[in-house]
Each structure stands twice: as structure tokens, then as C-alpha cells.
């Protein structure tokens, strides 16, 4: 007994006639009912009560009418999801992301996403820049919602740059006594006390900052780092010193705090999309082509 079998003794089951049957299947009628005595023959059941009149289901006929249909209709429900996903529409996509992309554009791009392939399991790693790109590496993430800055040092990692670009601002608290400026030069800040994301959070921003201020002619004078945006933040929020961050941030940041236009550095800060040039999921490519048509990726 085969799905084959089954298919054509639900058909005969549904029209209660050889011919009608073998029209519907698109098949010679003598070689349907040979598959039917076949299958009466495997199951030592009498399916059907027939002679040149009429076509009935017996007993057992009835009941394997019931298990019949519903086991073709799973083999059928098997065999399209395997379809789908050797064309990559189910499946399991991990999306890595830096803060604050939550508040921005990540939930049209992954509302988009879902629309497309509704079967595709989602999950999510809200990472600090060091540790998403380390998950990126290592696989943990298929996607990673990254800055593009020091991807070219990751082995393997292929990335498309986003339209998103923000540039270096001065965070001080309200009270600061450069509050109230619009703009300022990096060079002003040679005396000021910097908070930094830590090394191990965020290794690559951690060397920008000393970049950009020797290049500007100082030294900056770390006096804490965080390990979280938002504790970095909440530092510079109750005076404990001033930070460079881009301009994206301030949606994790109090109304007291003050963002200013700063000047003398060239860094500015891009979203990405980057992937494993090795990683088999065929979700990312679907991914990277819903990402293009939102024009999220120039």
C-alpha cells in the first residue's frame, strides 16, 4: 500500500464510479481498478461492494475512507513544507542587532520579512558591537544588524551598507557647563573625563575614541567604562563625565540629557547587514532581497 494507492481509492470512494474515478485521476479505468484489487489484496479487506450497477464503500471501506484522507493530506502537507524549504520560505533565521535598531527601522524590515514567509521562525539577540560580531563569526547569528566599521578585520563576513548613516555627537548632562552649545570641536574636550563602553563590550568604539581624539592632539581621559549602553548613559546622566556617541542613541537616552553636534571627526556611524559567507540557510539571501527592496541597503 502506497500514498498513490490511497489517493486513487479516495477518488473511487468519492465518485462511487470506476469511470468517473479514473477521469478524475487522469488514468486508464482497467489499470484503476487493478490498483484498487491490489490494495484490497494487500489489506485483506473488501473495500468496495460493486457490479456493473453500482459502486458501494463496505464497513471497512467506510473507516479507511477516514484514515485515508487524512494520512494522504498530511504526505501532501510533508511533502509541500519540504518544498518550501529548499526554496528557504520555513526554516530558522537568527537576526543579531545593536541597540537602538529596535526603535527604528528593524520592525518594518522584519514586519516585511514575515509577510513574505509567514512559515519562517524568528529569533533575536539584542549584542553589543564586540559580542554581535563575534556571534556573527562564530555562527551564532545568521544575520547581523552591525556598524561596518572594523568588519573588513572578520574572516569570511560579507555585508551590505545601509542608507543610515549618523554622525559622532557630545552627550553631557543638562547641568554640564556645554549644555547649551550647539556645536563643538573635539579638540574643547582634551580636559573632560570620558565614559566608554568597555573593551570587551564594544572593542572596536573603544579604539575609535582614542583615535579620534590623538587625532584631534589628545589623549582622552577614560575615568569609567560600561557595559551596557543604557549604564553609560545613566553615568552621564548623574555627572559622572561626558561620552561620544552617535546620534541614534538618544532613544535610550533621558530627556536631561543633551546631544551636541560635534566637530573635528570624520567617523560616522552606519547601519549594516552583514552574514557568514559560508552559511548554507538560504533564509539569508531571501533576507538580504526583502532588506534591498526597502531600500534599507543603497
Known sequence: MDIRQLRYFISVANNLNFTAAAKELHIAQPYLSKQIAELESQTGLKLFERNTRYVELTVAGTELLKEATFIVARAEAAVNKARLAAQGSVGNLKIGFMGPLEKEMLPVLLKKFRMSYPMCNLSFSKLGWGPLNE??????????????????????????????????????????????KERIHLSALSDEPFIVLSREESPLAYENLRRICVASGFYPKIVCEASMLETLLLMVDIGMGIAIQTKHTQAYASPSIHYIELEGSDFYGGYVVAWRQKNTNPLVQLFIEVVEKEHFIT
Open 135 to 180: 556571534a556573527l563569526v562564530d555562527g551564532s547569528v545568521d544575520i547581523a544588524f552591525t556598524v561596518s566599521d572594523g568588519l573588513e578585520r572578520l574572516p569570511g563576513i560579507s555585508w551590505k551598507t545601509s542608507r543610515y548613516f549618523y554622525p559622532l555627537s557630545l552627550v553631557v548632562p543638562s547641568e554640564h557647563p556645554l549644555a547649551q
